[in-house]
């Protein structure tokens, strides 16, 4: 049985880590009438735009926010995922601006914008607190007001279909993966990724700096 991971970037605990703050697309985004659940048609030209007080290296992963659910991953990142079996559900080539003047002069790999795939259930004793699905757009509805200290990842079993990286089914969000990814991010040494193990309450993964997988090299 592989373990499981959260999977988010690290940009908070590290000042060199760019952080993007916009996800700009050629058409604009809707919200859904009957849920208001914001949609982001991904097509065409697809720019990022970046936090100029911040970032002076060009990292593997670069933080969204609650954007998503997406991974904005350098190509290096994405050939490594593609060795190991990741498919995702789409994957664009981005571009960026309001570049911080330290990155500006830095060399910079291709990035991509890389859509995931729903891959496992949550048991329902996980904490969240299901609404059900919006008849219109399919969003899964979650209470947004349930203690983070109440909510712990567990999964039902035989319910994983064996990707490396992938979405829970009511989990918004948020991103898993496999020892698998954590084991390859140490042997490529991807810089920004953050790895919290599963089992621990949502509000003390929060803050979280997660497994030092560097240290595995």
């Known amino acids: 049985m592989s373990s499981f991971y959260l999977l988010s970037d690290a940009s908070e605990f590290s000042k060199r880590s760019p952080?993007?703050?916009?996800?700009?697309?050629?058409?604009?985004?809707?919200?859904?009438?009957?849920?208001?659940?914001?949609?982001?048609?991904?097509?065409?030209?697809?720019?990022?735009?970046?936090?100029?007080?911040?970032?002076?290296?060009?990292?593997?992963?670069?933080?969204?926010?609650?954007?998503?659910?997406?991974?904005?991953?350098?190509?290096?990142?994405?050939?490594?995922?593609?060795?190991?079996?990741?498919?995702?559900?789409?994957?664009?080539?981005?571009?960026?601006?309001?570049?911080?003047?330290?990155?500006?002069?830095?060399?910079?790999?291709?990035?991509?914008?890389?859509?995931?795939?729903?891959?496992?259930r949550l048991d329902p004793t996980s904490g969240y607190v299901l609404k059900g699905h919006c008849p219109a757009c399919g969003f899964t509805l979650t209470d947004p007001v349930m203690d983070p200290y109440s909510v712990v990842d567990r999964f039902i079993d035989a319910s994983w279909t064996g990707m490396p990286i992938f979405l829970g089914d009511i989990s918004g969000t948020t991103v898993y993966c496999d020892d698998r990814v954590i084991d390859l991010a140490a042997k490529q040494a991807w810089t920004n990724f953050r790895f919290i193990r599963c089992g621990k309450p949502l509000g003390e993964s929060l803050s979280d700096p997660g497994e030092k997988y560097l240290a595995k090299k």
């Open 19 to 120: 952080w993007g703050f916009t996800v700009l697309v050629a058409d604009p985004s809707k919200s859904c009438r009957a849920c208001g659940h914001e949609i982001h048609p991904l097509s065409g030209r697809i720019s990022v735009q970046l936090d100029e007080s911040r970032g002076s290296e060009w990292t593997d992963l670069i933080g969204l926010g609650s954007f998503g659910p997406w991974l904005l991953i350098s190509s290096r990142v994405l050939e490594g995922l593609n060795g190991i079996g990741q498919r995702f559900v789409d994957v664009h080539p981005v571009e960026f601006c309001d570049v911080p003047k330290k990155m500006q002069v830095a060399a910079r790999p291709k990035y991509f914008l890389a859509v995931v795939n729903e891959g496992i």
